[in-house]
């Protein structure tokens, strides 16, 4: 059980465009999701946290109208990185979580590579 | 000072043996505490979850928790090769539960 999945895996795309990755409770309703951002040898960078139906929350130093987070149902989240230039060029991993207990599941992680 | 510190190695033992990791953490009000597995490209995988101090034991793994001296360690009994991976402390900050981790220890385990 508590599977996440994240599509796509890998992307690149050209610098301007945008790119939108899903991220999926499979097996479970997560009342909340989190959206991180890794760049290589680096630890988890926490980009945002959303709750289903609301708003994300955004950490500081993340551009809300760059990186746009939907939280459309209690299985669903998307991250829609806009305009996309190569310093965005990173490992994005979503998580979901049953607030009550805390636990965080994590999907494979989207690679995406802006040229 | 951050508030998970974790040595990010590497670490590189012969297959068999016992492997010891730690973090320590600054905020006494943290109450719950998470190891993650990492490998090369992959999402993080949960490997174990403590509340507040004790021990935790899961086949070969077992995390500790000491309050007193802010101290969480997970060990790793009769270590495999197929245990090479980055592993992640991180607690619980917030009603949300956003985590912080650490910065990762990279082990690597010798046949």
């Known amino acids: 059980g508590a599977v996440v999945s994240q599509h796509p895996s890998w992307v690149i795309c050209k610098s301007g465009t945008s790119v939108k990755i899903e991220c999926r409770s499979l097996d479970f309703q997560a009342t909340t999701m989190f959206w991180y951002r890794q760049f290589p040898k680096q630890s988890l960078m926490l980009m945002a946290t959303s709750n289903e139906g609301s708003k994300a929350t955004y950490e500081q130093g993340v551009e809300k109208d760059k990186f746009l987070i939907n939280h459309a149902s209690l299985t669903l989240s998307t991250l829609t990185v806009t305009s996309a230039h190569p310093e965005d060029s990173s490992f994005y991993i979503c998580?979901?979580?049953?607030?009550?207990?805390?636990?965080?599941?994590f999907g494979p992680g989207t690679r995406l590579t802006v040229t | 000072q951050k508030e998970v510190e974790q040595d990010p190695g590497p670490l590189s033992v012969p297959e068999g043996a016992i492997v010891s990791l730690n973090c320590t953490y600054s905020n006494s009000a943290f109450q719950y505490f998470m190891w993650y597995r990492q490998y090369s490209r992959k999402g993080p995988e949960l490997l174990m979850y403590?509340?507040?101090?004790g021990n935790k034991e899961d086949g070969r793994f077992t995390a500790q928790v000491d309050k007193s001296s802010k101290y969480i360690s997970l060990f790793i009994r009769d270590s495999q090769p197929s245990d090479s991976a980055t592993y992640l402390c991180?607690?619980?900050?917030?009603?949300?539960?956003?985590?912080?981790f650490g910065k990762g220890t990279k082990l690597s385990v010798k046949p």
């Open positions: 991180a607690t619980v900050e917030g009603s949300q539960g956003n985590l912080i």
């Open positions: 403590t509340y507040s101090s």
């Open positions: 998580s979901a979580s049953v607030t009550v207990d805390y636990e965080q599941y």
